[in-house]
């Protein structure tokens, strides 16, 4: 489909629990007022196009469309308002409305790339047809990505998406679709197949998963005799789509270091289980990561939703600037990062999750990260700017600058507060 395309809701925009779809559709000319979505009734025995079509929506509302111009990271602050992306639009419709702050938490104007959904804060027109857009990301629990130059866009106001079902819409099958545009007939249009992938199948993970009575954020001790794990079910309200049609369940995934040791698959609405610890391992006292999804099963396709788990998989501290003498860190009040080097010794940047469990820690959510200049020499100590990126098991990013340029008399041995920060894995 030129300038259209039929994307996936997530659950939070599905209509009466119910998988739902949305096309998004640009105008080709100003004189265009309506256009008509048109779904194959049956499929050809032969493997053909279907031989007729029902009309499914009319729409009288449409998107802008276009194209990134950059590339835009997934490693941006949930709410972007310093990078940025920027974006060129094509077609008749060249103007974006105006936008709040508050409006971009109300998701009054969307863009859609891809699998992500954001809502945009601010726009600035820095050339003919070209915006630089500031967005809040991830909206409506959709994942962050990745966006390059090239990728195709489309901007739509909230009201104006027109959500559609289909009985047949279920993960991996397939259905033809005719666009007619303006006065176009329908004859004249070729036929579009999509397969669906189950995105409206994505619950949210259960929350408040302990075992045996103890909350941390996935990681465990293990147990003298047997695990019992509880957890609550996740507030799908309206997110759970035709629960006629799904089996929805727990997935519990238990990993002794980077294994999957063991799989555990609990149906809605239990909300606890009792496993014996020689089920995972073979009786060695070792700790365990648990990673908790909601999973639904079609009868023909399983599809598990994101994973609940607030390890830290990857910490790196990247100052600005050299330290003097050296970059003393640590967790807690614990001293796990400092040397005996001189100014200009210390590395690039620093491993925090190495450091940590060289310490005997594991970096974990609501761990205070503080870092001083340590000074060697009693002449000036010297402070700088850094940047901090945490990566959690889902991956998840948490991306923290700090720090100042600083420069004064010191005294040997003496730590010079450079800033700090908390563990938090970013919400919105």
């Known amino acids: 489909m030129n300038n259209a395309t039929i994307v996936e809701l997530p659950p939070a925009l599905c209509i009466a629990n119910q998988a739902s779809f949305a096309l998004l559709l640009s105008r080709n000319d100003v004189t265009m007022t309506a256009a008509k979505l048109y779904v194959g009734k049956n499929l050809d025995f032969s493997g053909g196009e279907p031989s007729s079509y029902t009309l499914l929506q009319t729409l009288t509302a449409f998107a802008w469309h276009g194209q990134m111009s950059g590339n835009y990271p997934d490693t941006t602050l949930y709410i972007d308002q310093e990078l940025g992306c920027t974006v060129v639009l094509d077609g008749p419709d060249l103007i974006l409305p105006d936008v709040t702050a508050t409006d971009s938490l109300e998701n009054k104007l969307l863009l859609f790339n ?76 070729n036929g579009v197949d999509v397969v669906f992938a189950g995105l409206s199948w994505h619950l949210p993970p259960p929350a408040m998963v302990q075992s045996n009575g103890i909350i941390n954020n996935g990681q465990f001790l293990a147990p003298d005799d047997t695990l019992d794990i509880e957890w609550i079910l996740p507030d799908c309200g309206n997110l759970l789509p035709r629960q006629d049609f799904v089996k929805p369940a727990t997935r519990l995934d238990f990993y002794l270091g980077a294994t999957l040791a063991h799989t555990e698959i609990v149906a809605w609405p239990a909300t606890s289980v009792s496993i014996p610890w020689t089920t995972i391992t073979d009786g060695d006292q070792q700790d365990f990561l648990l990673v908790a999804t909601t999973q639904v099963d079609t009868g023909d396709v399983t599809v598990a939703g994101q994973g609940l788990n607030s390890t830290v998989t990857a910490a790196v501290l990247t100052p600005d600037d050299i330290f003097d003498d050296v970059c003393a860190i640590f967790v807690n009040g614990t001293l796990i990062r400092t040397s005996a080097g001189g100014s200009g010794s210390d590395p690039a940047s620093f491993d925090l999750v190495a450091l940590a469990t060289t310490a005997g820690i594991r970096l974990k959510i609501g761990d205070l990260v503080t870092i001083f200049a340590l000074d060697n020499f009693g002449v000036a100590y010297v402070t700088t700017t850094w940047t901090a990126m945490v990566t959690f098991f889902d991956g998840v990013k948490q991306t923290v600058t700090g720090g100042q340029d600083e420069t004064g008399p010191s005294v040997i041995g003496t730590y010079y507060p450079d800033g700090q920060f908390i563990i938090a894995r970013p919400t919105i």
């Open 114 to 189: 891809r699998g992500e959904i954001l809502s945009i804060i601010s726009q600035q027109l820095i050339a003919p047809k070209t915006y630089k857009l500031f967005c809040v990301r991830g909206r409506f629990a959709t994942e962050i990505q990745f966006h390059q130059a090239g990728d195709e866009i489309f901007i739509l106001q909230l009201v104006d998406l027109a959500p559609f079902t289909l009985p047949s819409a279920l993960p991996s099958n397939q259905c033809t679709f005719k666009l007619v545009r303006g006065v176009d007939n329908l004859e004249d249009q």
